[in-house]
């Protein structure tokens, strides 16, 4: 069973939350704080598995209780509870700078107190499963719940566990959020020379703020390529988000719009609920958002990024698979993989949730499996064959 305490200063919410975790599989709530300094006596007290916490509360708030708790927890997931605002995404990101594991937004423009708990229980149950079902102590492994945004909503045959994978006769797919049953696939190292690249792709969920910002603080302002980037967020915290990397890494990072031109050492952000796609003009290549439908229960996905990256710069593309829930970015690797492309995939020990990248892996789509801090220098050394020129060096801090 995975317990989890609740830090809320109101007991509305605290209620909302108790509510929407009453009755999920394997999660029970052993406890509730009104605030951040009552939150490290009965973390203490009562040893939970993961925390939810609130961001404005008296006496000590969820920034500095996060602060606190990461000096003697360094691993314990805390989610936060935020508002769809430009003040709660900004608080939201520095909750996650200051050491927050994920978090999740409180429910708006809902009808009834039940559609609240159920969108509530919605996107937190399954993080709750992902991010603590892995720290608990070895056993017959948690059944995971539903992705989030889609109820019910079974992955794939290829996604579920012990599905066999296209084209990889005996090995069977990763299960969503999970590591690979047996080990991961041995990344394929293809022979014959690497030609240039001309873009990078970049795709993250679930820890990817920190690790993006890890990966973009080490690439150079002259970088000699574009980079476009679906981080699983909703919309307002992908500007935020966008706005907080150009401040702090050497290169300048937008949210993605319609129009825009792709320039080197850029980074485009895709937009909160919308899909980022590309499309040419004459000998420009340019941003367009999609409506489109969701795709792996995510708007912006991955998969559709990928796809279209794919679609334009083939074998000079270079994407790179970072933490995160889910299976978001296997497809787009295979196509990808298939115009190609090379695949980079974070390994499982850096990573929050080894999801996304672990999927990958176990597909046998990944050309490179690296640990976070190695992610950087390898993008750099990747970008310059083929250019003739000296290689730029990878930004240390």
């Known amino acids: 069973m995975i317990k989890v305490l609740v830090v809320d200063d109101s007991v509305v919410v605290r209620r909302l939350i108790v509510d929407s975790l009453t009755g999920a599989p394997d999660i029970e709530v052993v406890g509730t ?20 916490m609130d961001i404005e509360m008296p006496q000590m708030n969820g920034i500095e209780a996060v602060r606190e708790l990461r000096k003697r927890h360094k691993h314990l997931p805390v989610i936060m509870f935020s508002t769809l605002s430009a003040a709660g995404a900004s608080a939201t990101l520095e909750a996650l700078s200051a050491g927050a594991t994920d978090y999740v937004t409180k429910p708006s423009n809902v009808g009834s107190i039940q559609e609240s708990i159920a969108a509530v229980r919605e996107q937190l149950v399954p993080k709750i499963h992902a991010l603590a079902g892995r720290r608990r102590p070895a056993g017959p492994p948690a059944r995971p719940g539903p992705p989030p945004g889609r109820p019910g909503l079974a992955p794939p045959a290829a996604a579920r566990p012990g599905a066999p994978v296209p084209g990889r006769p005996g090995l069977a797919a990763a299960r969503p959020g999970a590591p690979v049953a047996g080990g991961p696939a041995r990344p394929v190292r293809r022979g014959g020379p690497q030609g240039r690249v001309d873009i990078l792709a970049i795709g993250s969920s679930t820890g990817g703020p920190d690790a993006l910002t890890k990966v973009l603080q080490g690439l150079p302002p002259d970088l000699p390529v574009p980079i476009v980037v679906t981080q699983h967020m909703p919309p307002v915290f992908t500007r935020m988000f966008a706005e907080r990397l150009d401040r702090s890494t ?9 129009g825009m031109e792709l320039a080197p050492g850029t980074c485009y952000i895709a937009p909160g609920d919308k899909h980022l796609v590309l499309q040419r003009r004459s000998t420009a290549t340019l941003t367009q958002l999609s409506g489109a439908p969701p795709e792996n229960s995510c708007r912006p996905a991955v998969d559709v990024m990928f796809r279209s990256v794919a679609s334009l710069f083939g074998a000079a593309a270079f994407a790179t698979v970072l933490t995160g829930m889910g299976y978001d970015g296997r497809g787009g690797a295979k196509v990808l993989r298939e115009a190609g492309a090379e695949v980079l995939a974070q390994d499982e020990a850096s990573s929050v949730v080894w999801g996304m990248p672990g999927a990958v892996v176990g597909a046998g789509l990944a050309d490179e499996v690296l640990p976070l801090d190695r992610i950087a220098a390898a993008l750099v050394q990747r970008v310059q064959v083929g250019r003739g020129v000296a290689r730029p060096a990878a930004v240390t801090r």
């Open 33 to 52: 704080a009104a605030n951040g300094l009552l939150a490290q006596a009965k973390i203490d007290q009562l040893k939970p598995d993961a925390v939810t």
């Open 250 to 258: 050497p290169l300048r990072v937008v949210e993605a719009g319609d």
